[in-house]
């Protein structure tokens, strides 16, 4: 069985965003750019199927600027067999992002997709979904625990208040919640290796795929600074103040 993996370049978690002057987005030049955490889950996991026999061939998918090729490096490196870049200067929203993975799902006809559950720099939480119902195939999203047998696949998943299981048949897409995994690093070797393996470069028109923006940002601004907090000696002192400001009678 084939895994697909989409892994999106984005800021580094630990990097504060800074709004551009003009109010435009987030400013981007020279700031620390890696793989989208969740994303890293979604590989080691399509790794972890793979050193269990469940899968034969993982492949890596990113869609952005040639950079995105260092984020696909990073997952070759990690152990995903090939990459497919396709390359764009603009920004694809998730229904661009998810049809341009449904176009190579019909190309590579993969049994699992596993996407992170969300890009840690739009926090969408679209892709999988979309993709689901543009494929017509099952979904199980922010999974904790992901187990193969035969042509379905079993998703815990992260709900609130607990936890539900389903029943998915291959193919299918799961996205992965932070309970996953904990994403191996590279070695240095495997790091060395990675430079070797392949990586296709494709464009949108190669798939036939529009992806023209539907949504228009008319501002980006920082959230108001938060004010100062209190500290307070004891429970009732708590609750003399919450009731002064009204949030208990
Ligand atoms: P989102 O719906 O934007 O929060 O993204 C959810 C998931 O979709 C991400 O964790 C990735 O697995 C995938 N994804 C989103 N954008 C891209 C992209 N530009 N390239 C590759 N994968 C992406």
Redesign the pocket.
Known sequence: MKILV???RVLDYNVKPRVKADGSGIDLANVKMSM?P??EI?VEEAIRLKEKGVATEIVA????EAKAQETLRTALAMGADRAILIVTEDR?E?LG?AKLLKAIADEEQPGLII??K??ID???????QMLAALTGWGQGTFASAVEVSGDTVKVTREIDGGSETVDLKLPAIVTTDLRLNEPRYASLPNIMKAKSKPLAQKTAADYGVDIAPRITTLKVEEPAKRSAGVKVADVDELIGKLKTLGVVA
């Open positions: 989409p892994v999106k989208n969740f994303d979604a998918v990113s869609i952005g694809v998730p992002i996407l992170g969300q890009a739009d926090d969408n939480n679209q892709t999988g």
